[in-house]
């Protein structure tokens, strides 16, 4: 354990966490929109799986990462669309609905990695972009800024979200849908577009997400994610819907996910341990859960069909 | 969150009935039961329809796919009895979801509960190995079921007491759950010398399920899990603890108000629901061809997914213990023959997985339809002056 506390293993710990965060925090501020207006979306592991083989299978056929990246919005916004289709006009029940969508995405996403490309090619993911300056502070700039592009636009969405869901109108739209859905109808907001629009953009986060992980890895496997979706959703409620508070979960979870790679790195736990160490972002989630939970209310309408009663 | 009513559509059949009104005629009640089937049933076809698409992308035959399916599945008395264990899980889940969803409760942690009752039942079968089968069974059952209750109360008690979203609680319950049992397969419980591989030794003969008679596969476990059904029927429909429960999950305020107690109910519903689970886990390990608790539980694990499956067979079944029953056959029909679509065509097994989450979307989908078709029923039934 004193191996661990050298400040360069410390140093390099917490910037691996940044990173690790970054496709959590993604996907949960997509989540963070759609929940906002009342929107569950489950599926969000299964989008970002289908985003992160996208920009994978992009990055191997192109030799272009930011073209496989844009690929992975893409059809991360497709997905929303029939997701959106689902939830809104179909009105089927959020929960399972997302469930399906999940199990879509493995299924999928495994099947066409067997079919198109076989055994797992790595591919040259995005380097890391220094920040002239800041990157030679001694420690912070290792831990701040010496990382990949979408680490900083993950980080950069934080206020970017916030700006929107807060200071405009649509955000305005997004909050009264959410909220009160019948109130919000009667003003003339229309709660089928409104939900669509954060259904898309949610989706599209998630796509992005996934493609971000896959090129930090640079490689793709059947269940790349393995669990990041549904603790990105987590992540909403552990952030209170607030962008700011989803940010401080997604920097928790990565940075304690990292201490446990590390210890596993350095030995100090080994092989049957690592899996108890592995519970230790579910389990604290749902410890902050509860001491969160007593304070804080969801959005009123969230997960109910809407239905116009005239 | 509260569930809309239209996910109810059975109920009409269990409502008290007005002595001074006629009964609704035999005839009238199997036109409804037949009009709720109708529209999942469509949506079943609808998926496939989307399969066939991917299929034929895939360079496949959907056409000889879809009739291997068909014959994999319901084609002879062995398929059958695939088909019969295949659907054990998601029914003994789905009875679970009834329970849980009609107390309001969304149950999504189906997977870890089973894993639990799995490995309870495995830690008292790897206890006193030496109890004679006719002690020992029941004892193994009974285990996992416990296993199962404490995975789901816990949610539960964190929903009643503490607020925390059991949509939340079940999922990271999931998680632990899968963690710990690679935690304990690689250590406590793995078999002596098999380092890699993440199982058991073979368990006590004298946990095994008895066959049943005929030649074949068949065991105790699916007799289990109609019992189960039953008994959930009657939980749900027939005792008071039911009212209580459906009461809840219709109007939590209201049944408060009226002084039910409202937390302790959430509770008893994911206790329930996880039981169920916890038993088919038990089953999943005793009635297995190896007889040993192996690695991972999801897609590709012992579970096969059913604390999802289950879910979606409940849906099908309109969250009705009884009519559970012939979704689930009909849903481990579609998993079983689709093993045998994969082999004749040589596709990977990931299809079945992705053809899984088509069914499911589309089935989710159709229930409004569903409640629109029961509602467009009734109209035509009393428009027409009670005469069909």
Request: hydrophobic share 55%; glycine share 12%.
């Given at each position: 354990?004193?191996d ?23 996907a ?6 759609g ?5 569950l ?22 030799g ?12 991360g ?6 997701y ?8 089927a029940?959020?929960g ?5 969508i999940?199990?879509f995405?493995?299924?999928f ?8 490309v ?29 990382h ?52 898309v ?16 890895v640079g ?17 909403v ?8 508070g ?22 100090i ?8 160490t592995?519970m230790?972002?579910?389990i ?23 239905h116009?009663?005239? | ?23 609704d ?27 066939a ?5 895939l360079?496949?035959?959907?056409l ?12 002879g ?14 029914l ?10 009609r107390a ?23 206890a ?11 004892i193994?059952?009974?285990?996992g079921?416990?296993?199962?209750a ?9 929903k009643a ?12 319950m ?23 591989i ?11 399920l ?5 030649d074949?596969?068949?065991h105790?476990?699916v ?5 189960v ?5 009657i ?35 994911l ?9 088919a ?18 897609a590709?694990g012992?579970?096969?997914?059913a ?16 009519a ?18 994969q ?46």
């Open positions: 354990m004193s661990f506390f050298t400040i360069s293993v410390i140093v390099a710990t917490l910037a691996s966490g940044i990173r690790l965060a970054t496709p959590f925090l993604l949960a501020l997509g989540e963070t929109i929940q906002r207006s009342g929107v979306n489950l599926g969000v592991e299964g989008v970002m799986l289908i985003g992160a083989f996208a920009a994978y299978y992009t990055a191997l056929e192109t272009s990462a930011l073209l496989g990246l844009v690929v992975a919005m893409t059809v916004a497709a997905m929303g669309l029939v959106a289709f689902i939830t809104v006009v179909m009105q029940e959020q399972i609905s997302g469930i399906g999940y199990l995405g493995l299924g996403t495994d099947l066409l990695f067997q079919k198109l076989g055994t797992p090619v790595p591919i040259e993911g995005l380097g890391r972009i220094e920040i002239p300056l800041l990157s030679d502070i001694p420690w912070f700039g290792e831990i701040f800024f010496q990949s592009l979408m680490v900083y636009v993950a980080f950069l969405l934080v206020p970017a979200v916030w700006f929107m869901i807060n200071r405009t109108t649509f955000g305005l739209n997004i909050r009264a849908v959410g909220e009160t859905p019948e109130a919000a109808d009667t003003l003339g907001v229309s709660v089928e577009w409104t939900r669509t629009a954060t259904i953009i949610g989706n599209t986060f998630a796509g992005l997400a996934g493609g971000a992980l896959a090129l930090e490689i793709f496997q059947q269940n790349l994610t393995a669990g990041q979706g549904f603790i990105a959703i987590a992540l409620y552990f952030g209170a819907w607030r962008s700011i989803v940010m401080a979960g997604a920097l928790l979870f990565g940075i304690v996910s990292a201490t446990v790679l590390q210890w596993k790195t350095l030995g736990v080994s092989g049957a341990a690592s899996s108890l592995a230790a972002p579910a604290l989630t749902i410890v902050v859960l509860v001491i969160v939970s007593r304070r804080i209310a969801a959005p009123g309408a969230l997960a109910k069909p809407f116009r009663s005239a | 969150m509260e569930l809309t009513e239209e996910l109810e559509p059975f109920d009409d059949l269990e409502r008290p009935t007005d002595p001074t009104v006629e009964p005629a035999l005839s009238y009640k199997i036109l409804k039961v037949c009009a709720g089937l109708i529209v999942p049933f469509a949506a079943v076809i609808a998926a496939l329809a989307v399969g698409i991917m299929l034929v992308a360079g496949a035959n959907p000889s796919g879809y009739s291997a399916m068909i014959s994999g599945a319901f084609g008395w062995d398929e059958l009895a695939d088909t019969a264990l295949k659907s054990m899980p998601l003994l889940v789905g009875v679970g979801i009834c329970i849980a969803f309001g409760v969304i149950n999504l942690g189906g997977e870890g509960q089973i894993i639990m009752g799995a490995i309870l039942s495995t830690v008292v079968a790897l006193v190995p030496g109890l004679p089968r006719i002690i020992l069974v029941p193994v059952l009974l285990a079921a416990l296993g199962g404490i995975w789901g109360a816990i949610p539960g008690a964190l007491y503490a607020g925390v979203s059991e949509i939340l609680s079940t999922i990271m999931n998680i632990v759950a899968a963690q710990f049992l690679s935690f304990l397969l690689q250590d406590l419980l793995i078999e002596e010398g098999a380092i890699r993440q199982q058991t030794e073979r368990l006590t003969e004298n946990a095994d008895p066959l049943l008679p005929g074949t596969r068949l105790l476990g007799i289990i899990a109609l019992l059904a039953v008994l959930g029927y939980l749900l429909f027939r005792s008071a603890l039911g009212v209580r429960l459906r009461a809840v999950g219709h109007n939590a305020h209201a049944s408060r108000y009226a002084g039910m107690p409202v937390g302790r109910s959430v509770v008893q519903a206790a329930f629901s996880g039981a169920c689970a916890g038993v886990g038990a089953i999943l390990v005793f009635g297995s061809e190896s007889h040993r608790l192996i690695g991972e539980g999801g590709i012992f579970t096969q997914n604390g999802f499956n289950g879910i979606v067979a409940a849906l099908f079944g309109g969250l009705h213990p009884l559970t029953i012939p979704a689930a056959f009909l849903f481990g029909g579609m998993l079983t023959g689709g093993i045998e679509l082999r004749e065509l040589q596709v990977p097994a990931a299809m079945i997985v992705a053809l899984n989450g088509v069914v499911v979307i589309f089935v989710v989908s159709s229930l409004k339809m569903r409640s629109r078709v029961n509602a467009a029923v009734e109209k035509f039934h009393t428009d027409s002056g009670g005469k069909t």
